[in-house]
């Protein structure tokens, strides 16, 4: 369990409140609006009506007690820019900001943010990749070039064992689990037998994974 100060409650920092609390993370959740601090409530260990480009209250949260602090600001850019540098200040330990734009990410960046989120780039990505294939039904970026997919077995493995396939040997892609009515299967060793209606979770370099799976 951690700690986690979220600022910035609209509808990016709202669902994060409630994933949170799912996680069973302690939350701190603060906002200059009145209604989007109430809405959280049912989701967060605390929350405060709060100005975070305001030194003083930022202060008076004891920002350096947080293991993240999360800028989930997303309409207004000064606001998100300056709550981020002054958390860095104040010496926060973990300091993620949402960025809207490249050009947003670099200056958070350049201004206190440890890491940057973006969520709108990344949903456009995942959504082109997940639906410009038959065959992909999740994708999880770890980098520029390495991801997870999961994708459907192709019919021509099914009953076909791993170690026949040898796909790392032969595509350099790892085979992590099969999944099979949201239930994971992570047993698998040489002579586990490729199943029929399952997908599989891989993992490797994106053209590696293209080139393997026609994608």
Request: hydrophobic content about 40%; some cysteine.
């Amino acid at each position: 369990m951690k700690t986690i100060l979220l600022i910035g409650l609209g509808r990016f920092g709202r669902h994060a409140a409630m994933k949170l609390d799912e996680l069973h993370h302690e939350v701190m959740a603060v906002d200059k609006d009145e209604e989007r601090v109430r809405a959280v409530l049912p989701y967060v260990t605390n929350a405060q009506i709060g100005d975070g480009t305001q030194e003083e209250f930022l202060s008076s949260l004891g920002v350096n007690n947080f293991d993240v602090c999360i800028v989930a600001i997303g309409d207004d850019f000064q606001s998100s820019l300056e709550t981020t540098s002054l958390l860095k200040e104040l010496g926060a330990k973990m300091v993620v900001a949402r960025a809207a734009r490249d050009v947003h990410a670099k200056f958070l960046l350049k201004n206190g943010a440890d890491e940057v989120v973006y969520p709108e780039k990344q949903l456009a990505e995942w959504t082109a990749i997940r639906y410009s294939s038959d065959h992909i039904l999740d994708y999880i970026e770890l980098d520029q070039e390495y991801s997870i997919f999961e994708i459907e077995i192709p019919k021509v493995w099914v009953g076909k064992t791993v170690g026949q396939m040898e796909i790392r040997k032969k595509h350099n892609i790892n085979l992590m689990a099969f999944k099979h009515n949201g239930k994971m299967d992570l047993k698998i060793s040489s002579e586990t037998v490729f199943p029929e209606d399952h997908s599989m979770l891989v993992l490797g370099s994106i053209k590696d994974i293209q080139k393997c799976f026609h994608i």
